[in-house]
């Protein structure tokens, strides 16, 4: 009898560890999370990463750094377009090329319809984590239009390798500038419906009100970045902190949040589409026309001795190349510094104590890609 | 944050502090730091609103280089500090004071080996335990370069031997002309 009642009061007894993932539908990709639960409460978590380690960093000091483009899509393939940005950004800078206009406004175009696209998907798989199923028909049909466009220019529908050094592999037509000009008008018209069926929702804002708060200390103290950080109220954007491309040029807000909670991060992504959307409006407007490559760029780059980096702004938070070269055209060292890799691992002090279904709640609005933390 | 009195306290701590020019290499700061020093200048930095960007490793000779990156949320500043490992292959942990680092340092160990010390859960990140010992960031004797081949060098040598306070202010413009030269 006495061991009975020791069970019951000591809570230690009640704990049992579950194991979420790697396979789990919520987690998006090869992610495991050790669940120690005491009732429905999760008391610790523990991550468990690598399942998809393609050993990105190792290849890179193996190859020329051209070679490379093509491995950076494939480390977040819903933001491809921009790591092709920041990487051939960091060899421009690093090698001092000259970039055409006429192609920095493809890139900023190209890159801004590829966040939105990895907005949207986010937007339809959390709400179906959360048990909503209708959204995520509604967002892909709107995404196939992104793809569609895409596809037409790069040749890819998802890891796109589209920017070269000093340039992009192919122009822009007309077809592209009036699709893009149409779907620009739909997804507006869509805000709307959007707002309708999901945002006001009772439901969703009892799932996410007061979810998972984050303050801009512990942002610094995990180096969380992108729209979670900005859900606390913090207007940091790579694009406006350190603009990189011609971003400078254009007007766009930052849209900010104030309670850190898992509401604010969903209201920021959701109001960085419509961003987004002036973005590639105004650098439609502004299409200049002119070469699309540089014609100096030699065909073995060779990168003088030192250490670069180069920052952009990824659908998921901060991105950072840093290379180190011995003056070779092959990389010393090459970092890939992932928004989801930070972004995670504030996730086992965000979601102590909190309830299974809000740990799904938390972790999806971090908008996790698993093959980035892990590349 | 003053950036002044940022880099007044930095004086403590450090033995080189560069300012570099961001166009040519994206940063801003250029710290180097003993090994024992590290923990102070993380206090110090979390203290003043960095955030931790990236922690990783690079191996040079004669001692692999532990590279923290930091910027700040409010104003562009982009600091890199470097540390060499002791020579047992150590360095001080910074997990407790950036919690964010506690995983950047689980996964420099995979790559390279480093221990670092008094972190609280040092197992393999990102290679499987079976991997343990794997370290497959270390280069091969071979290809290993020495530290000042891998740091930004001026296009021609100097032909007299200058001390080195000196080339802090020479070193920015002889950057920008090595890259226009190439």
């Not at chain 1, 900005?230 to 902190?241: E, L, Q």
């Not at chain 2, 450090?14 to 290499?25: G, K, P």
């Not at chain 2, 996964?107 to 794997?134: C, K, M, N, Q, S």
């Not at chain 2, 001390?163 to 030269?181: L, M, Y």
């Amino acid at each position: 009898m006495s061991m009975d009642v020791e069970v019951l009061e000591d809570p230690k007894h009640h704990r049992y560890v579950l194991n979420m993932g790697p396979q789990h539908p919520s987690t998006h990709g090869v992610l495991r999370v050790l669940l120690e639960l005491e009732g429905e409460y999760a008391m610790e978590l523990l991550p468990v990463l690598g399942y998809g380690h393609r050993c990105h960093e190792k290849i890179a000091e193996h190859k020329p750094v051209k070679s490379f483009m093509p491995n950076t899509a494939r480390m977040d393939y819903l933001g491809a377009l921009i790591y092709n940005h920041g990487y051939a950004q960091l060899l421009e800078r690093a090698a001092g090329i000259e970039v055409p206009e006429r192609v920095e406004y493809i890139r900023v175009i190209t890159s801004e319809l590829n966040r939105i696209q990895s907005h949207l998907l986010w937007y339809g798989a959390y709400l179906l984590d959360l048990g909503a199923f209708t959204p995520i028909m509604y967002a892909f049909d709107d995404r196939e239009h992104i793809l569609d466009i895409l596809e037409d220019v790069t040749g890819s529908r998802l890891t796109y390798c589209y920017f070269r050094v000093g340039g992009v592999s192919k122009d822009i037509d007309d077809k592209f500038v009036t699709s893009t000009r149409a779907f620009v008008k739909r997804l507006r018209s869509r805000f709307p419906m959007y707002e309708d069926l999901v945002n006001g929702n009772v439901i969703l804002q009892n799932r996410l009100n007061d979810v998972g708060e984050l303050t801009p200390h512990t942002c610094a103290r995990y180096g969380v970045t992108g729209p979670l950080l900005r859900g606390t109220g913090v207007a940091y954007d790579m694009r406006r902190a350190e603009p990189y491309s011609i971003y400078s040029k254009f007007d766009f807000e930052i849209p900010t949040g104030t309670k850190g909670d898992c509401m604010a991060s969903f209201m920021v992504r959701f109001h960085e589409l419509e961003q987004s959307l002036r973005i590639i409006e105004q650098a439609l407007d502004g299409l200049p026309e002119g070469p699309i490559m540089t014609p100096k760029v030699p065909k073995k780059l060779k990168i003088p001795a030192g250490d670069y980096n180069s920052s952009v702004e990824a659908p998921r938070g901060e991105l950072s190349y840093y290379l180190v070269s011995d003056g070779s055209d092959v990389p010393y060292r090459l970092k890939v510094r992932t928004p989801s890799y930070s972004n995670l691992s504030v996730v086992p002090e965000m979601c102590q104590g909190m309830l299974l279904s809000d740990v799904v709640s938390a972790m999806g609005a971090l908008d996790l890609v698993i093959p980035e933390i892990d590349r | 944050m003053d950036i002044n009195k940022v880099k007044g306290q930095w004086q403590n701590l450090s033995t080189v502090i560069e300012d570099i020019d961001y166009s040519v290499s994206g940063h801003d700061y250029n710290v180097c730091l003993d090994h024992e020093k590290v923990r102070d200048f993380a206090a110090l930095m979390l203290e003043e609103g960095f955030y931790l960007v990236a922690l990783m490793a690079v191996h040079v000779s004669p001692a692999i280089e532990v590279v923290y990156q930091f910027a700040h949320f409010e104003t562009r500043c982009r600091v890199l500090a470097r540390a060499f490992v002791d020579d047992n292959g150590e360095i001080p942990t910074i997990s407790d004071i950036y919690q964010g680092a506690n995983w950047h340092e689980r996964e420099t160990r995979d790559f390279h080996g480093i221990v670092f010390v008094d972190h609280p859960y040092l197992h393999p990140l990102i290679l499987a335990e079976e991997d343990v010992d794997l370290k497959p960031l270390l280069k091969e004797e071979a290809n290993l370069k020495d530290v000042a081949a891998v740091r930004r060098q001026p296009p021609e040598p100097a032909p007299e031997p200058k001390a080195k306070p000196e080339p802090k202010p020479e070193a920015k413009p002889e950057a920008v002309k090595s890259q226009e030269q190439s």
